[in-house]
């Protein structure tokens, strides 16, 4: 069930220099315009670690702890350089979500800034990047280019969601079907809905990652990947992530 994914990191473009490229073009979108969120009523989840039992049956990943769906992948992102767990990929069928969560100030409204500078880095590839109100809140929809085989550019769809909790923000990468067909969406936004956020007493700086572990079952190691024209083909989003920490987006297939 547990597979360990290994992040290359000499893949990570800074988003810095994204966000200055799209400066620079005085990028006029009213996506990219930072504006304060109304609240989110987390009362159905994500929860915070205080809001819930500590014996609930989720899967215990240090900051997360993940609820199971029938058919589930669990997949760990591994940072090649430092081999910390940055990131959990719950895959189903063939959607997946990221989860990743990060320390936040007291006064909240860390998604809004975060979503901006999201947008400016994709639009400012070619890419399109438009809001969408749902339970959630504001969640960004995106549409991130890349080369295709023959060489045209492809656009690779993708819903960022965010949620803002007590000193933490929790956000969720869907990748695959699910960032275009709202019931292959539908397992994974309820995974993201049961997460439950361990924030820990620690002080720590905005926007850094909240430490990640293995679980207590032995890992699986992912079997090597073929050589040569049949291997397959995975599309990396690690430049369009406003975060300092290397590689965070990655689209499962």
Known sequence: MF???????????????????AESEDASD????????????????PYDATEVDDDDGRLDLGSLRVSGTEGMELRLEIDQEQQNVIAATAVVGESAL???????????????EIRSEIAVAIE?????ADLE??????????RMPSAGPDGRTVFAPARFIGVDGPRWFLRGVISGRGAIEEASAAPL???????????????????????????????????????????PETTSTDDLNPFERGPEITEVR
């Open 3 to 21: 597979r360990r994914r290994k992040a290359d990191a000499e893949t990570a473009v800074e988003a810095e220099s994204a966000v200055d490229a």
């Open 30 to 45: 009213d996506v990219t315009e930072i504006v304060p969120d109304v609240p989110v009523d987390r009362s159905a989840g």
């Open 98 to 112: 990221q989860l990743q969560a990060f320390a936040a100030p007291r006064s909240g409204g860390l998604w809004a």
């Open 124 to 128: 400012s590839q070619g890419g399109t």
């Open 133 to 142: 109100y749902t339970e959630f809140g504001t969640e960004l929809r995106t």
């Open 189 to 231: 936004l309820e995974i993201f809905r049961e997460t439950v956020v361990v924030r820990g007493s620690d002080p720590m700086a905005p926007r850094e990652l909240l430490p990640l572990a293995l679980p207590q079952e032995e890992a699986t190691p992912m079997p090597p990947a073929p050589d040569g024209e049949n291997a």
